[in-house]
């Protein structure tokens, strides 16, 4: 069956460092994948889209890689700072227009 | 350019009563995506629709649920005879033609008593 899967249980760090967010997803072959963030009480925000052509790709502080080998996707944050901590979301299309299923998120706590 | 408005932002109901929920997608998109947040659980996907066409609803309930994208007006999502299980976060998505990223809007938070 098809799955979505991302690190279930929250992700805490220390200000400064960098915050790593898996993830993996099964019996899919997605053109591209997006990442997310939902602040609680938010609809999800924007923040990077990776084609399946693509390793890597960054955005200020937001790193993101694409193996669609492992079919993985790793998210990294550098630098973190506490406004960083949020839910995460990776996202893909499950078929060939851009209908989006979503993994479940991982919560970020950043520490001062 | 204004975002993806939603609104009611919170609707209560008692269970039987309906509930319709409306999206105003960004300017110069037109399709739009309803998705289902549980507490605790991700976004499921429900419909996507463009102008007056529904082009997938493989995610939604096949009764008592019902959604529209008119020519003129916003996207409703129609819930008829509300149950407790249907109490969540609903938000609505837009793209423009061609468009990957979607943009939400800040969600409906329905309560059903």
């Known amino acids: 069956s098809q799955k979505i899967e991302q690190n279930s249980e929250a992700l805490n760090i220390q200000e400064g460092k960098t915050a790593t967010l898996t993830c993996n997803y099964t019996n899919y072959s997605p053109a591209y994948l997006q990442w997310y963030r939902q602040d609680p009480g938010r609809g999800p925000v924007f923040l990077l889209l990776?084609?399946?052509?693509?390793k890597e790709k960054r955005k200020e502080r937001l790193k993101v890689t694409f193996d669609t080998t492992l079919k993985q996707s790793l998210f990294h944050i550098t630098a973190s700072q506490p406004a960083d901590s949020a839910t995460y979301l990776c996202?893909?299309?499950?078929?060939?227009?851009?209908?989006?299923?979503f993994g479940a998120g991982t919560r970020l706590a950043v520490h001062p | 350019n204004a975002g993806v408005m939603q609104n009611p932002r919170h609707l209560v109901r008692r269970r039987g009563q309906e509930a319709r929920l409306r999206c105003s997608p960004m300017?110069?998109?037109?399709?739009v995506y309803w998705y289902r947040q549980l507490p605790e659980e991700g976004l499921k996907f429900m419909v996507y629709l463009q102008k007056e066409n529904i082009i997938d609803e493989s995610g939604m309930p096949k009764e008592r649920f019902s959604a529209e994208f008119p020519k003129e007006g916003p996207s409703i999502l129609r819930i008829q005879q509300v149950v407790r299980g249907d109490s969540a976060a609903y938000f609505c998505?837009?793209?423009?033609?061609?468009?990957?990223?979607?943009?939400f809007g800040p969600g409906t938070r329905l309560l059903v008593l």
């Open positions: 996202a893909l299309p499950p078929g060939g227009y851009n209908k989006l299923i």
């Open positions: 990776i084609r399946e052509n693509e």
């Open positions: 998505a837009s793209s423009p033609p061609m468009g990957e990223t979607q943009y």
């Open positions: 300017k110069g998109h037109s399709h």
